[in-house]
C-alpha cells in the first residue's frame, strides 16, 4: 500500500493562489495514473485533475485553464497548482490513484477560499 500525505492547504482570498503537494510513503511511479480529488461540504468527492505516468493531464472543466497538475517520480509526489480561486474551490483536497484505491485516501487537505 502507498498512503498519500496531501499537505499546502490554507485560507486564501478570492483571486488567490495556493500549491498543493502530496507525498507518497512508497515509489508511486508504479501508479499510472494519478488523481486530485475534492470533496465540498454536501457534496460527492470529484477528480478535478489527473495525470499519466508520463505526464498528461486531464482536468474538470470548473478548473480548466487554473489548476494545473504535475507529478516528481524522485520525490515520489504530485502537486496540483491552483491559480485565481473563487469560493466555489473551497473544500477538503485528496489525492489517490485513478481509478482511485479506497486504502489510498488520506486524511487530505482544506481549501477555503474566502474574504
Known amino acids: 500500500q502507498v498512503p498519500f500525505v496531501e499537505s499546502g492547504g490554507g485560507l486564501v482570498q478570492p483571486g488567490g493562489s495556493l500549491r498543493l503537494s502530496c507525498a507518497a510513503s512508497g515509489s508511486i511511479s508504479s501508479i499510472y495514473n494519478m488523481g486530485w480529488y475534492r470533496q465540498a461540504p454536501g457534496k460527492t468527492r470529484d477528480l478535478v485533475a489527473r495525470?499519466?505516468?508520463?505526464?498528461?493531464?486531464n482536468y474538470a472543466d470548473s478548473v480548466k485553464g487554473r489548476f494545473t497538475m504535475s507529478r516528481d517520480h524522485a520525490k515520489n509526489t504530485v502537486y496540483l497548482e491552483m491559480n485565481s480561486l473563487g469560493p466555489e474551490d473551497t473544500a477538503v483536497y485528496y489525492c489517490n490513484s485513478h481509478p482511485a484505491l479506497s486504502s489510498y485516501w488520506g486524511q487530505g487537505t482544506q481549501v477555503t477560499v474566502s474574504s
Open positions: 495525470i499519466t505516468r508520463l505526464g498528461t493531464t
